[in-house]
Nanobody, 120 residues
Framework: VQLQASGGGLVQAGGSLRLSCTAS????????MGWYRQAPGKQRELVAV???????DYTDSVKGRFTISRDNAKNTVYLQMNSLKPEDTAVYYC???????????????WGQGTQVTVSS
């Protein structure tokens, strides 16, 4: 299973970016899909998560600004980021909890990370 993330870049404060992450390979099912981020010198934190049925949750600092969504047919998760702030600067990682077959348990898979830089 491979996760390919895209959409990061440099943007001014107040701007927007949209991240995408597509899972490919031998996937039987995907449960939760999410985005994490890690800023320099800080621990990786969960930004947003979406369940297979569409239920979502966000860390407090991005509520009202970020929107997570998914396309189950495409095994893709998105993160629309609006009203970006310099403190949103980080490497963003996508994550899925997936199963390769019915006979194995779900496990975490990670994308390679995409840099988001917000200038003031």
């Amino acid at each position: 299973v491979q996760l390919q993330a895209s959409g990061g870049g440099l943007v001014q404060a107040g701007g927007s970016l949209r991240l995408s992450c597509t899972a490919s390979g031998n996937i039987f099912s995907i449960n939760d899909m999410g985005w994490y981020r890690q800023a320099p010198g800080k621990q990786r934190e969960l930004v947003a998560v979406i369940g297979r049925g569409g239920l979502t949750d966000y860390t407090d600092s991005v509520k009202g600004r970020f929107t997570i969504s998914r396309d189950n047919a495409k095994n893709t998760v998105y993160l629309q980021m609006n009203s970006l702030k310099p403190e949103d600067t980080a490497v963003y990682y996508c994550n899925i909890q997936g199963r390769r077959t019915m006979l194995v348990s779900s496990r975490d898979y990670w994308g390679q990370g995409t840099q988001v830089t917000v200038s003031s």
